[in-house]
């Protein structure tokens, strides 16, 4: 077994497992977990069946308090694998649906409790493992917009070009309104679905070149190259209108859900990008202290 990990100033941790092959059989198809726990662990298939549950004796131990001890079974049946539920008290997701027995197609996500499998089956397995791998570097997982390493990064090139030819950049940084509370109604598994919702909602609303990522539990921030500080408050509006109005669920219950945010335009004068991050923090609190749900 092959342990290699990858470490950033960001404390993004992806660590690469190769799994011992189970049986003989040479695998076709594996199971990557692109969040949770050992992020980026590659768990690899054969023809025999393969258990995921809470429980030691499974063949894949997830061991959260959401998940069963038998939670879900894969098997391969007639040229697929299946996913089957096995009866778990909080159900089965394969592609953000709740599935009893469905056959799995490359690419199809499988959240178990509060881990989410990505299914790799067709071409070459170990190169879209390790491209994966790569992507995660720079994704988060469960909303699917950047990671907070790559923000970081995309700020950095902001200010050198911006400094370099004499152009405006905008921030936004934005997170859920009262987000513990809706942890503690309905559960971090309804948290992590409003997350993952939020993710698709915000992603349709930036331009192709602006930079939308997830910096916190809760926190997101969005690069605006090229825009003064009417357009950053306008892109800001739009995102906060978008997700009132959006909506939002969690298997039969629907969550209202708000964000407040800031925005703040970098200046030449400031010492480096982060300055520019800091101020629009600074703008965010300021929206969350005057009654939320609102952009200052």
Sequence with gaps: MDDERTTNPNKTVITAIQDVKRQSVAADACLVVIYGEDMGRRVSLSKEPLVIGRSSKCELQV??????????????VEKAYVIQDLGSTNGTYVNDELADSIPLRDGDQVKIGRTI??????????????????RLMTVDGLTEVHNKRYFHE???????????????????????DHFKNINDTYGHLAGDAVLRQLGQIVRTKVRRDDTIAR?????????????????????????????????????????HVTISAGV?????????????????????YEAKRSGRNKVC
């Excluded at 003064?228 to 939002?248: M, N, Y």
């Excluded at 703040?264 to 703008?283: I, Q, R, S, T």
């Design 63 to 76: 061991d959260q308090e959401s998940v069963s001890r038998n939670h879900a079974r894969i098997t391969f």
């Design 117 to 134: 499998f990505k299914f790799i089956s067709s071409g070459n397995v170990e190169v879209q493992y390790h491209e994966e791998i790569y």
């Design 154 to 176: 995309q700020i950095e090139k902001e200010t050198s070009r911006a400094r370099r030819y004499g152009r405006n950049y905008g921030v936004v940084m934005f997170d859920l």
């Design 215 to 255: 910096v916190g539990g809760e926190e997101f921030g969005v690069i605006l190259p090229e825009v003064d500080e009417s357009g950053a408050r306008i892109l800001a509006e739009k995102l906060r209108a978008s997700i009132e109005e959006g909506v939002f669920r969690f298997e039969s219950t629907r969550i």
């Design 264 to 284: 703040a335009m970098f200046a030449p004068e400031m010492k480096d990008g982060e300055e520019a991050v800091k101020l629009a923090d600074d703008h965010l």
